[in-house]
């Protein structure tokens, strides 16, 4: 149960000394683009399940997980203590060498994951997951061309920030020979200003077309997020995968499902997002919540793709043995808990009553999401749509003010969005909107 937290006007919240010299000093030693949440940003200290504790003794209920990265509770011991064993019994030991734990949790996946998704490559990141298929798929297929969608993230390296589709992302000269982005089912901001059921999800036939004028006619590989993370929790209409696969197939090339922020229950039902929308994919890659906030990434695969990578292969951290302890109880944990019903169930719960605080405020355009991912997308006015930004980010500052985490993101900033871990409760919803509908009424006119 959660307890309610304390309106805290800001002129109040507690702020020591402590807490600004890790501010100045991480201005000072970390990249400027390291970029924090918050006017006063928020130093971390401990957590506990679904709540955190900055360095001041502020509690906060935490509905982003660390970008959707903490998908059973801060520090909960049913994973947190397997990984201190497993830390005190043998820490690392790279690729070179097997270990039980790397081929227990390769086996687990095998069992869960769609088709004949059955061979593993473990890695630190998504980016590096994502790297890592689309290298395999121009392997596998003897093609170069890659096909993505506009408003996607895919990583921060140099091939991932070619397939991300955001400006912001993509400074400094990235290079995107190969890659070419297709419009994205963004129902709410159409880019063929068409009106879903009646468009006939006609956003899909543009990959066909995009395949036939951007590229050379054959492509390695389709690479999109089932619901896009960084984009806003953009969610296609459900017919849009199974007619894009269709095409990609037509085409001899490989789909590739990012299931970086939709995978192991997010979605609720099913352990990955793309199963919501029937399509088996020829690819899966995933990292964030699979280990409960230890890093890795995961690209999974079939055998006969597996076995079409040309040359060595090492991953000197991939597999590590306390990260594949750490995946494979965040997996149990998550089957043993039923969390992806209880993730289907209070996902549903938590979409009604954010869809209640739109019809509060005007300043809520669009409630978008599925099960534990849910967004709400600003606007300044219903009608002309126009992104509301400035607003998007106070009602954060408030919500964080009253003792509520959570994120934004979308292209234009004005999207805020949600994932409380796979564990939360009907109560912790409530909370959290009690929260939220107490902050957008502090910012709303």
Not at 119 to 142: D, P, Q, V
């Amino acid at each position: 149960m959660t307890t309610p937290a304390q309106f805290i006007p800001v002129s109040q919240l507690a702020r020591s000394a402590r807490s600004d010299e890790v501010v100045a000093k991480h201005k000072k030693y970390l990249w400027p683009s390291v970029a924090n949440y918050f006017q006063q940003p928020l130093v971390a200290d401990r957590g506990q399940m679904q709540h955190l504790w900055d360095l001041d003794g502020n509690k906060y209920l935490d509905f982003f997980g660390g970008i959707l990265t903490v998908s059973v509770g801060h520090c909960n011991p049913k994973v947190t203590s397997k990984v201190t064993a497993q830390v005190n019994r043998l820490q690392h030991t790279s690729t070179l060498y097997p270990n039980e734990h790397i081929v227990a949790l390769a086996e687990k996946i095998a069992h869960i994951t769609p088709g004949n998704l059955q061979s593993s490559f473990f890695t630190n990141s998504g980016s590096e997951a994502n790297e890592a298929a689309i290298l395999l798929a121009r392997m596998s297929t003897g093609s170069f061309d890659v096909v993505a969608l506009r408003h996607a993230y895919s990583g921060g390296t140099a091939l991932t920030k070619a397939v991300t589709a955001h400006a912001p992302y993509r400074k400094a000269g990235v290079i995107s020979v190969g890659i070419s982005h297709a419009v994205n089912p963004y129902c709410y901001r159409c880019p063929l200003h068409l009106k879903y059921p009646e468009c006939e999800v006609a956003c899909a036939d543009d990959v066909e077309n995009l395949i036939q004028t951007g590229t050379s006619g054959n492509i390695a590989a389709f690479i999109a997020e089932p619901i896009q993370g960084v984009g806003g929790f953009i969610t296609p209409p459900k017919e849009y995968f199974k007619i894009v696969f269709k095409i990609v197939k037509k085409y001899g090339a490989l789909f590739i499902a990012d299931e970086v922020q939709t995978g192991w229950g997010r979605t609720g039902k099913k352990w990955f997002g793309i199963e919501q929308w029937e399509v088996t994919p020829d690819m899966i890659t995933s990292a964030k919540g699979m280990a409960n906030g230890v890093p890795i990434g995961l690209t999974v695969t079939t055998p006969e793709i597996a076995g079409s990578f040309q040359g060595a292969n090492i991953s000197t951290f991939g597999g590590n043995p306390v990260t594949s302890v750490a995946a494979r109880a965040t997996i149990e944990l998550i089957e043993e808990e039923n969390l992806r019903e209880n993730a289907h169930v209070v996902g549903a719960y938590f979409r009604g009553k954010l869809e209640e605080l739109q019809a509060k405020y005007p300043l809520i355009g669009d409630v978008r999401g599925m099960g534990l991912m849910q967004a709400l997308e600003l606007v300044k006015d219903r009608k002309t749509k126009e992104p509301a930004p400035e607003a998007t980010t106070q009602v954060m500052e408030r919500a964080r003010q009253n003792g509520l985490l959570i994120g934004k993101g979308g292209l234009y900033n004005n999207t805020l969005r949600m994932a409380p871990m796979l564990n939360t409760t009907k109560s912790d919803v409530d909370e959290a909107i009690k929260l939220l509908d107490k902050s957008f009424s502090e910012v709303s006119h």
